[in-house]
């Protein structure tokens, strides 16, 4: 898991990222490093289509397996929106982009306070 720390990319089109969390034989929890841009929007784009493959799953496997059946789909309601988003992978790219820049920002502020503290 890693936290994008510049905003702006390096003339290599790099930026620098935290790495939050990881698995044996990668980069060390806590270390920083350079990251291409590119590299960022693929890991992203690979993560999504994770993300949307196995609410798919969930979606066909809805009443079985002990899991609830709701008509019309797997709901969850966002306490910061009214209404509710559907967890298909068919949600509308601008509300996925406002999530984003959301968490982002709380991201940002969260790691102020700690290095405020």
């Not at 935290?18 to 806590?30: E, M, W």
């Not at 920083?32 to 929007?41: F, H, I, M, S, T």
């Given at each position: 898991?890693?936290?994008?720390?510049?905003?702006?990319?390096?003339?290599?089109?790099?930026?620098?990222v935290l790495?939050?969390?990881?698995?044996?034989?990668?980069?060390?929890?806590?270390?920083?490093?350079?990251?291409?841009?590119?590299?960022?929007?693929?890991?992203?784009?690979?993560?999504?289509?994770?993300?949307?493959?196995g609410l798919?799953?969930?979606?066909?496997?809805?009443?079985?397996?002990g899991?609830?059946?709701?008509?019309?789909?797997?709901f969850?309601?966002?306490?910061?929106?009214s209404?509710?988003?559907?967890?298909?992978?068919?949600?509308?790219p601008?509300?996925?982009q406002?999530?984003?820049?959301?968490?982002?920002?709380?991201?940002?502020?969260?790691?102020?306070?700690q290095?405020?503290?």
């Amino acid at each position: 898991m890693l936290t994008r720390i510049q905003d702006t990319p390096d003339a290599d089109q790099n930026v620098k990222v935290l790495v939050a969390s990881s698995q044996r034989n990668d980069c060390t929890s806590g270390s920083q490093v350079a990251v291409a841009v590119q590299d960022l929007q693929d890991m992203h784009n690979d993560f999504q289509a994770k993300i949307s493959e196995g609410l798919g799953k969930l979606a066909e496997n809805q009443g079985r397996t002990g899991l609830a059946h709701r008509s019309g789909g797997w709901f969850q309601t966002h306490p910061k929106r009214s209404g509710a988003a559907r967890l298909d992978g068919r949600g509308r790219p601008e509300a996925q982009q406002d999530e984003a820049t959301q968490a982002e920002k709380e991201s940002r502020s969260l790691r102020k306070q700690q290095h405020d503290d």
